[in-house]
């Protein structure tokens, strides 16, 4: 509670006189006691973050790359929105995520910027804009940070490209890593099997992500490797642990959108659980309308100016 003072005036005539020259303005003083309301959001930050993992509060992150979806997932209260490399599968329809480009993230990121009061905006460092040297992704990533509005950069691999995120961590940029399944190596990989299966991959993967914890990276994504690798990457590192595909023993999941609303129903790997099946009603309201403007029933007369 805090209080606020309240001048409240009234006319005062003078008995001798009605003349307005006589007339004086007085006030007299209420002090009130009024509650202090807080209306702003807490926007989610990478201390929010740190701090959930402390805690032992999970962490939600859902993908996406559009004003629309953004707002409403963000007043749904999301703890983080993640503007995925995946456009390029999900928007443009490409087979892998290797074509999007930077700019085209940074167009992407704007809007989900612009929705998000809340959540804590992260967009992928796309393939190509960090790989070349340490110089070329230090440029790239303040190009995104500056043009985007985003709050972080998200990156994937490990020992190999440490100085790199080094240098950008260095720059003022909060790094997000990413390890295990990392879909720009896809080509590498021969495919988007699961990851850090025997032991040595493990181990490294272990090392990996223990490496990125000392460069200052507040958070690290593990994609499509066994639960219980996932579970000793969670308890050995200080960074919030994100999976997906991972179990449920890290310190927070993440989905890609259009696949956890059930909008891509082409798609549905073993860790992917539907919370929605949109295509249906998409699908129907569509064919709905067809008809209604194929019978003239659309717009009726409450509809027409």
């Known amino acids: 509670m805090k209080k606020s003072t309240k001048l409240v005036f009234y006319l005062h005539i003078s008995k001798k006189s009605s003349n307005f020259a006589h007339q004086k303005l007085k006030y007299i003083t209420k002090t009130t006691n009024i509650m202090s309301v807080h209306t702003q959001t807490a926007k989610v930050t990478t201390t929010t973050i740190r701090k959930m993992k402390a805690d032992g509060e999970k962490i939600s992150m859902l993908t996406s790359y559009d004003y629309t979806l953004a707002r409403l997932v963000d007043e749904a209260g999301i ?64 190009k995104i940070m ?22 950008i961590i260095q720059a003022g940029i909060p790094v997000c890593g990413h390890l295990g399944l990392t879909p720009q190596s896809v080509n590498q990989f021969g495919g988007y099997g699961l990851r850090a299966k025997e032991e040595k991959e493990a181990e490294k993967l272990l090392h990996d992500a223990q490496l990125l914890d000392d460069a200052g990276c507040f958070a690290i994504v593990l994609e499509k490797i066994p639960s219980a690798l996932a579970e000793r990457v969670t308890n050995a590192v200080s960074a919030a642990v994100i999976g997906i595909g991972a179990g449920n023993k890290t310190d927070g999941q993440v989905l890609v959108l259009h696949d956890m609303l059930g909008l891509n129903t082409g798609f549905k790997p073993k860790f992917l659980r539907y919370f929605a099946t949109l295509a249906n009603d998409v699908n129907n309201a569509v064919k709905d309308y067809i008809s209604a403007v194929k019978d003239s029933t659309f717009p009726n007369a409450e509809e027409q100016y």
């Open 79 to 142: 703890d983080m929105l993640l503007v995925g490399d995946s456009a390029s599968n999900v928007v443009c329809g490409n087979q892998y995520t290797l074509p999007i480009t930077t700019d085209e993230m940074i167009f992407l990121t704007k809007g989900v910027v612009r929705a998000a009061h809340r959540a804590m905006v992260v967009v992928d460092m796309p393939f190509g804009s960090y790989q070349i040297s340490e110089e070329e992704a230090v440029r790239n990533a303040v």
């Open 146 to 167: 500056k043009e985007s509005g985003a709050d972080a950069v998200k990156i994937e691999g490990g020992e190999e490209i440490l100085p790199i995120i080094r240098h």
